[in-house]
């Protein structure tokens, strides 16, 4: 083949070459007019050289090339690329490096690619890119590094809820996969919102189960004993009567019950231990509610397990994640983690009850400011609100400081 002397020449001959899937010849005809080259030549043209080098070399399987020109850079001349080609030139460079079993030079291209997509304000196009990272990251193993991606992808604005959906969808993976506690939260806190929200990667999400052994339960995607649903009803009618002694006692009867058949139903094990949950808090019995809720093993440990994957209804989600929100804010730990720990599970709530009973998210809300109150003080620091008052202009009301709220567990029934 001829040496073509010309950037238009060689830059035409290589498109050809390219779209006629021979990605081989395009790669020699660029290399070619390359170390042709004596001169800085340039750098937009030089640009655009290497830029397609790249390609071609990705195309034809050179990964080690394609790396070389996108992590190194060219090295004979100055080239100023387009920020767009290369922001697609990180993101495939991170591909190549996949294959070429260099994880850490992936993510870290992954991370240049939607650097540069924020610089050009393109939103839509960093959250593909920060999906592209995290399932290519996934798919060979590499957990623990998607996790930044992930996070990015489930941090999204709410105009962007499918790429959302899709990272608390791969979240789930790498969660189980490595017992990330962050993601694990996170997925925990998101149920109601993914519930809500639907969708083949909202239901892949809802399936995460947190790493536990030893636990065997029921799936709840069935109609729980009737007599055990019945004495769960009837334990619900006394907390409606706070006789919240009796009502404890009733549910920890429902909770042995399934415990002794041996495979204890997972709707049932959950509702038993909302209700004593609930119990304990509506009576002041605020140690007895937290050993529950951070009980490690014996059968409440079960109850909880089957609320924080998902066994029960949504709303008894939302209830029971309610009650986290209020014993996180009694922790005496960092002020800073609770009110994270708030936020995330009331921003959470109330983004369910606003779908599905508006009139109650200014009660969400109160609780909401009350948590932040009683970590901080009757006036918290502006920095700990922001959450709080960008729910309040979303939704159009403001928080009170009324009594907390708690309703009533819903029926005992297929989840």
């Known amino acids: 083949m001829a040496p073509l ?13 390219l779209d006629s899937a021979r990605p081989a010849h ?30 071609a070399a990705f195309r034809s399987g050179d990964f080690e090339q394609a790396l070389a020109l996108v992590d190194d850079g060219p090295l004979r001349f100055t080239a100023d690329i387009p920020a767009s080609e290369a922001a697609t030139m990180s993101s ?24 540069l997509r924020r610089q050009m304000c393109n939103a839509e196009l960093a959250l593909t890119a920060a999906q592209t990272a995290s399932r290519l990251l996934v ?53 109601p919102w993914l519930t809500a929200f639907g969708g083949e ?31 769960g009803a009837a334990a619900d009618a006394l907390l409606a009567q706070r006789n919240y002694a009796d009502a404890d006692h009733a549910y920890r009867a429902v909770l042995d019950a399934a415990i002794a058949t041996g495979r204890p139903d997972a709707l049932v094990a959950g509702k038993a231990v ?75 709530c109330v983004t369910w009850t606003a779908d599905h009973d508006a009139t109650t998210v200014v009660r969400l809300l109160n609780n909401w400011k009350l948590h932040l109150i009683e970590i901080h003080g009757v006036n918290p620091p502006a920095a700990y609100t922001a959450a709080l008052d960008a729910a309040e202009r979303r939704w159009g009301t403001t928080s009170t400081t009324n009594t907390l709220y708690f309703p009533h567990p819903g029926p005992w029934r297929q989840r």
Not at 35 to 55: C, H, K, M, S
Not at 94 to 110: D, Q, T, V, Y
Not at 218 to 226: K, T
Not at 276 to 293: P, T
């Open 274 to 348: 909302l209700g004593m949950l609930l119990s304990a808090v509506m009576s002041g019995r605020l140690n007895a509610a937290h050993h529950l809720w951070t009980s490690e093993s014996g059968s409440p440990r079960l109850g909880i397990l089957a609320l924080e994957s998902g066994q029960v209804s949504a709303y008894d989600t939302v209830l029971y994640r309610l009650i986290e929100a209020f014993l996180h804010s009694l922790s005496t730990g960092d002020p800073a983690t609770s009110s994270t720990a708030v936020d995330t599970i009331m921003h959470s």
């Open 26 to 55: 395009a790669l020699a005809v660029l290399v070619e007019f390359d170390n042709a080259l004596t001169d800085q030549p340039d750098a937009r043209e030089y640009g655009w050289i290497v830029a397609y080098r790249f390609r």
């Open 92 to 115: 495939m460079g991170g591909e190549a490096a996949i294959r070429l079993n260099k994880p850490r030079n992936a993510a870290r291209l992954f991370s240049r690619s939607i650097e």
């Open 201 to 231: 990667s909202a239901e892949t999400a809802l399936r995460f189960v947190p790493k536990q052994s030893g636990v065997q339960l029921i799936s709840a995607d069935r109609l729980p004993d009737p007599d055990q649903a019945a004495a």
């Open 139 to 191: 798919d060979e193993g590499h957990h623990e590094l998607a996790v930044e991606f992930v996070e990015q992808l489930i941090a999204a604005d709410h105009e962007y809820d499918e790429h959302r959906a899709t990272g608390y969808a791969i979240a789930r993976f790498v969660a189980e996969a490595t017992g990330h506690a962050g993601l694990t939260a996170q997925l925990l806190a998101a149920r």
């Open 5 to 17: 002397r010309t950037f238009e020449q060689t830059m035409t001959t290589a498109s050809r070459l």
